[in-house]
């Protein structure tokens, strides 16, 4: 009997011991796999290297002139045999998304002339639906997004003064790049993707689908296109129309800009969710599957290196911006215009793409536009978010419609891309998460979407 208490815990030490040894081994195993799936990511880019020309995807032809707007900066990328490219230095990509219906061509396919209404057809020769442009940069390890509203009234050279979304139809992707460098001080363009329509379904469905919180009911419905979008508000798992349906939405209030605030919350999930090792390992699959709905002159070590990095980047580094403007009123012009601000433009070009100068140390607590958009319901929480604010120094605040999904973290959204003052906000608060990206309201440089830190915190006053 003495000594069963000392073999009862030998026994106990000797489960505890087996248990670590199987943590141990779990802990290897993992750290295996993840080698398997780097050595099998290396050996795809050996691969397709040598199985591919050096722009695969390449579908348009460019002048001696385009071809040398895109070629200013150099190799962006090392060439390592059975290895993973990396990126040496920061590169411009002109990312162009294109609709093109049956009736936008002079010699549609033969098969949409007997459909009796305007297919959606594969083709890279229509006016761009969505423009962005995206910045690796290795040396401060961020990812920045730029969106462009498709209507922005701009100069395109040889055309005139018109919308921005018109130069990819007058002069393909060399002209969208100049129009859309010289809109932006001056910041030059490494490298261009033009992708159909039909194309992000088909790359969406490719990864997997994307789990998106879609932010209110959305339904329209357009017999002469066949364009049918029907999603409920809610957290959801999408599949490529899916996607495409909450992707192509524009018609609320808020038209192109209220699209692309919803466009950077699908392209926050998809980095966060589908942009993994195993992407980088499936990455010829998924190129065969989109082949036909690309055109680009990145090579295919180019598209591995920039993949690799984006894996690597975490939330934080991924900063989403939109050109900053107004809306045009009706006496102004008679169509309607996204109006661009320069002084505005100089400042976030200075600090995102390292063109230019302007202010880029943020601006005094007093001189900010502050929207509070609650999502926790609790009217008493937003008061004293108000009153917290008021005594800090912040004195254009407004309460903005509340948001619609629940929020366990408060994000202090940098709206205007201005992330030092968000960061200070954020510290005086003790709350929240700081996000760089154009998903608040369109009237404020930081919109502060509340959640239930705030009412914690509160809670232990």
């Not at 357009?222 to 129309?241: E, T």
């Not at 894996?311 to 309607?336: C, E, K």
């Amino acid at each position: 009997m003495s000594h069963q208490p000392f073999n009862s815990g030998q026994k106990k030490i000797s489960s505890g011991s087996e248990r670590l040894q199987k943590s141990h081994q779990g802990r290897r195993w993992l750290l295996l796999g993840l080698a398997g799936v780097a050595l099998l990511s290396a050996t795809a880019g050996g691969w397709l290297a040598m199985a591919f020309s050096a722009a695969p995807l390449m579908q348009a032809t460019l002048d001696a002139k385009g071809a040398t707007l895109f070629a200013k900066g150099g190799a962006i990328s090392d060439n390592r045999k059975f290895a993973l490219p990396q990126l040496t230095r920061s590169v411009n990509i002109l990312v162009l998304g294109v609709k093109v219906l049956s009736t936008d061509v002079k010699n549609p396919p033969a098969y949409t002339k007997k459909l009796g209404y305007q297919a959606t057809i594969n083709s890279f020769d229509g006016l761009t639906d969505t423009m962005l442009l995206l910045r690796f940069d290795p040396q401060t390890q961020k990812l920045n997004v730029l969106s462009i509203p498709r209507d922005t009234r701009t100069l395109i050279e040889g055309f005139g003064v018109t919308k921005i979304n018109e130069a990819n139809v007058e002069g393909g992707p060399a002209l969208a790049a100049k129009a859309v460098s010289d809109l932006l001080d001056g910041v030059g363009i490494d490298r261009y993707v033009r992708i159909n329509v039909q194309g992000v379904q088909a790359l969406i469905d490719a990864l997997g689908g994307v789990t998106v919180y879609v932010p209110k009911d959305i339904k329209y419905q357009d017999d002469s296109q066949h364009l049918y979008i029907n999603l409920k508000a809610g957290k959801q798992h999408l599949n490529g129309d899916q996607a495409l349906q909450l992707l192509r939405f524009r018609y609320d209030e808020y038209g192109d800009i209220g699209r692309i605030q919803r466009q950077q919350m699908v392209m926050r999930a998809l980095k966060e969710q589908t942009l993994n090792l195993s992407t980088i390992a499936r990455l010829p699959q998924i190129l065969s599957t989109i082949q036909a709905y690309v055109d680009t002159n990145l090579s295919v070590e180019e598209i591995l290196a920039l993949t690799g990095f984006a894996q690597q980047t975490d939330r934080a580094s991924v900063q989403m911006l939109m050109v900053p403007g107004s809306f045009s009123s009706p006496s102004q012009y008679q169509a309607s215009y996204w109006l661009p601000d320069p002084t505005r433009i100089q400042t976030m070009v200075a600090q995102y793409f390292a063109t230019g100068i302007g202010n880029v140390q943020g601006n005094a607590p007093t001189t900010l536009s502050i929207a509070i958009q609650d999502s926790t319901g609790q009217r008493h929480a937003v008061q004293k978010l108000v009153a917290a604010l008021e005594k800090t120094g912040y004195a254009n605040i407004t309460v903005d419609v509340p948001w619609s999904e629940p929020l366990e973290t408060s994000q202090i959204v940098a709206q205007s891309g201005d992330a030092q003052s968000a960061e200070r906000l954020k510290n005086s608060l003790g709350v929240g998460e700081v996000r760089v990206e154009s998903t608040g309201s369109l009237a404020s440089d930081i919109t502060i979407k509340l959640g239930k830190d705030w009412l914690q915190q509160r809670r232990g006053d």
